[in-house]
């Protein structure tokens, strides 16, 4: 994203949560998994530049269908999630809330509970945000009507 297409997203700067979407199908193929990896890391990088994701936003990496990455012949997909998980701390440490999200919406195998990590994810979304006091100043009140609006409670 060009930074002047971040800047126009305004929802992106409102945000309090962003959540970065990596498909586990992706990551389980060795032809893809670079590309999703590579994909997602360019988005933060423009969204960082672009300067408008604010200090306290959280930021979730969210990998979906993890049942696909489980099993001994997902060593290396898991290996490279991780890997690519420690960049991303890396590059967002101590600037902005991080947290990682493991999900399957539906494994095949039997016993297991649909929705699968969503709980957390959706813990977090659902958590109340500590709401930001602004010192606003108040205007200078020029004519009757600016101190009719002060009088109800308009500003």
Same mark, same amino acid.
């Given at each position: 994203?060009? @930074?002047?297409?971040?800047? /126009?997203?305004? #929802? ?6 962003? *959540?970065?979407? $990596?498909?586990?199908?992706?990551? *389980? ?10 994909? $997602? ?16 936003? !959280?930021?979730?990496? @969210?990998?979906?269908?993890? /049942?696909?990455?489980?099993? %001994? #012949?997902?060593? /290396? ?6 890997? +690519?998980? !420690? @960049?991303?701390? $890396?590059?967002?440490? %101590?600037?902005? =809330?991080?947290? +990682? +999200?493991?999900?399957?919406?539906? =494994?095949?195998?039997?016993?297991? #509970?649909?929705? !699968?990590?969503? *709980?957390?994810?959706? !813990? ?5 945000k500590p709401l930001e006091i602004?010192? $606003?100043?108040?205007? @200078?009140? =020029?004519? %009757? +009507? /600016? ?9």
């Open positions: 994203f060009p @930074v002047t297409i971040t800047m /126009d997203m305004v #929802e992106i700067c409102k945000a309090t949560s962003i *959540a970065f979407i $990596v498909d586990g199908e992706r990551v *389980a193929s060795s032809r893809t998994r670079h590309e999703v990896f590579s994909s $997602v890391r360019t988005t933060i990088r423009a969204l960082l530049s672009s300067g408008c994701i604010l200090a306290k936003t !959280q930021i979730q990496l @969210v990998t979906t269908k993890y /049942d696909l990455l489980q099993g %001994e #012949e997902m060593n /290396d997909a898991r290996q490279a999630l991780t890997e +690519f998980e !420690q @960049v991303i701390t $890396v590059l967002l440490k %101590e600037k902005f =809330n991080l947290s +990682f +999200f493991h999900t399957s919406a539906r =494994n095949p195998k039997a016993g297991t #509970e649909p929705g !699968q990590g969503l *709980a957390p994810l959706f !813990q977090v979304w659902m958590s109340p602004l010192d $606003v100043k108040m205007p @200078v009140l =020029n004519n %009757e +009507f /600016d101190r009719l609006m002060l009088r109800r409670g308009a500003l």
